[in-house]
């Protein structure tokens, strides 16, 4: 199918394909019958100068579906590997096609990719295609993820295919555009380490560090510069990730990025009733991805990273490892410290010292044993909120809650002081699971709007309201069996 007309569109660049070929293929996208612009986020289509497409819906529809394109553009498809549940297996993108790279107005360099969009060399046996529910799933989460201020790829349109998608049963398909600092994962070095020659695994490293952190290259050991790069950043996501109670469901090192945004929205979902071994992904059977099993999956998926980047940090094996190791060691104390923080300021306190660990130890059993809702909780504590579940008038609770008034004082924190790292920290909106499966049910029946709603919604998640219980009402039973899918 052609198509004649295309707005004026910004520079499009691909320095990725600058690398060795055996990083990506050229592919273009299969076209598809009769693409209709589902959801077009302005706000990020104007951060990127995509603003004169908004009114143009034909165009949008064919160019955001893959199914025409304007001249200058050169797509790819991504390779790389990973550890899926703990086993190596080479993937690439199988259904997903790099658009190319734009700059924001501030001129940062970010991939535009197509998720949805058809077969490409990488893609085994799928389809390369992916449906309309799952597609605006992520579309929901990922700008929810954005409004919680924590690092994520985001979602710029969400183009329904007109097409059928076979799955379970027959869905309807949908091409997303996501937008990404990049889509270079642990598994792409993991692929280059374990695939390709040194010269191939150190041109990744070289474009990816000028990349995300070009003043690594300055130092002595570049490549352990690079290491401690990335386990900063993804010490400080999964602490996020702890903090709003997000639970990502499928932490393989082919779903962790290098520059530390979430990526890869499948089976991920947000907790009501506190677990430590919430789960919500139907495929981990064994809870590898249960909640706090995320501070320890990072470490191990950074052990991958460190791995890979071993022929990297010195040609001799044995000191590499050495000095992998050594800088690895200090991984479990910078989470520990970053989650403990996380945990002071969730109660208010701007300095959590291990005396304290008991106090909130003690909260975190009560929130365990009486699934107490992991967001409603600290809005009850801040007093924004006025809970109906009996829990809250139980004596471990109200002893708890006057033990932490009691060292609030004893500490010589102020109330505001409290209040206000309080409501920095915790939101009292998080994308419930009972409003995401209507929204979506809503979406599937054309019901557009409703999510557009929820979405605007979505962007105050930290606001409260003088004199009203900012607060939503978890439905009886919290999570009750809610599982979740990969549903491609
Ligand atoms: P994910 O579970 O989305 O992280 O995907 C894991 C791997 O499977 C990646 O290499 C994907 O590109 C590939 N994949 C997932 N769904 C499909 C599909 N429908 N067609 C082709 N490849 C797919
Ligand atoms: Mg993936």
């Known amino acids: ?7 004026s569109h910004p520079i499009v660049e691909a320095t990725y394909t600058s690398l060795p070929n055996s990083l990506f293929q050229f592919t273009k996208p299969t076209p598809v019958s009769s693409p209709k612009v589902l959801f077009w986020n302005e706000e990020l289509a104007r951060e990127f100068q995509f603003e004169d497409w908004t009114n143009e819906k034909e165009a949008t529809a064919h160019f955001f579906s893959g199914t025409s394109l304007p001249d200058g553009i050169q797509p790819f498809a991504q390779a790389y590997a990973g550890h899926q549940f703990g086993h190596f297996t080479v993937l690439g993108d199988g259904r997903t096609i790099v658009i190319g790279e734009f700059q924001n107005r501030a001129g940062e360099r970010f991939d535009f990719q197509w998720k949805g969009s058809g077969k490409t060399q990488y893609s085994r046996n799928g389809d390369g295609r992916a449906t309309l529910s799952a597609m605006v799933r992520e579309y929901i989460m990922s700008e929810a993820m954005f409004g919680l201020n924590i690092p994520t790829t985001r979602s710029l349109a969400v183009v329904a295919t007109g097409e ?11 091409v997303l555009t996501r937008v990404a600092s990049s889509h270079i994962r642990v598994g792409t070095f993991e692929f280059a380490y374990q695939t390709l020659s040194k010269e191939e695994l150190d041109s990744l490293f070289q474009y990816t560090a000028n990349r995300h952190t070009p003043d690594v290259l300055k130092t002595d050991n570049p490549a352990l510069a690079f290491l401690e790069f990335v386990m900063k950043r993804q010490v400080s996501l999964i602490t996020n990730w702890m903090r709003v109670g997000f639970i990502h469901g499928v932490m393989n090192t082919d779903n962790m990025s290098i520059s530390g945004e979430t990526i890869d929205y499948g089976p991920c979902a947000f907790m009501n009733g506190y677990s430590a071994k919430r789960v919500f992904s139907s495929i981990d059977r064994m809870g590898r991805y249960a909640f706090t099993n995320q501070l320890g999956i990072g470490h191990w998926n950074l052990s991958c990273l460190a791995n890979s980047l071993l022929p990297l940090i010195d040609p001799n094996q044995e000191t590499a490892i050495e000095l992998a190791k050594s800088k690895l060691s200090e991984l479990e104390s910078w989470l520990h410290s970053s989650y403990i923080q996380m945990l002071g300021e969730k109660i208010g306190f701007p300095h959590l010292t291990e005396k304290d660990m008991p106090l909130l130890q003690s909260l975190y059993q009560w929130m365990q044993d009486t699934e107490a809702d ?3 909780t600290f809005l009850v504590l801040e007093g924004v909120y006025t809970p109906k579940d009996s829990i809250y008038n139980e004596s471990r609770w109200k002893d708890w809650v006057r033990t932490w008034q009691e060292e609030k004082k004893k500490k010589g924190i102020r109330e505001e002081e409290a209040i206000a790292l309080m409501q920095k920290t915790n939101p009292s909106l998080i994308p419930r699971n009972h409003l995401v499966e209507l929204t979506l049910a809503n979406a599937t029946q054309g019901l557009t709007s409703i999510v557009e709603q929820f979405i605007a919604r979505g962007k105050f998640p930290y606001k409260r309201e003088f004199g009203y219980d900012y607060a939503e009402e978890v439905p009886k039973g ?3 069996n809610y599982r979740t899918f990969c549903g491609t």
């Open 164 to 174: 059928v998608v076979f799955r379970e049963e027959p869905q309807g398909g949908a």
């Open 374 to 376: 992991y967001t409603n």
């Open 478 to 480: 919290g999570d009750g």
């Open 1 to 7: 199918m052609s198509f004649a007309f295309f707005p």
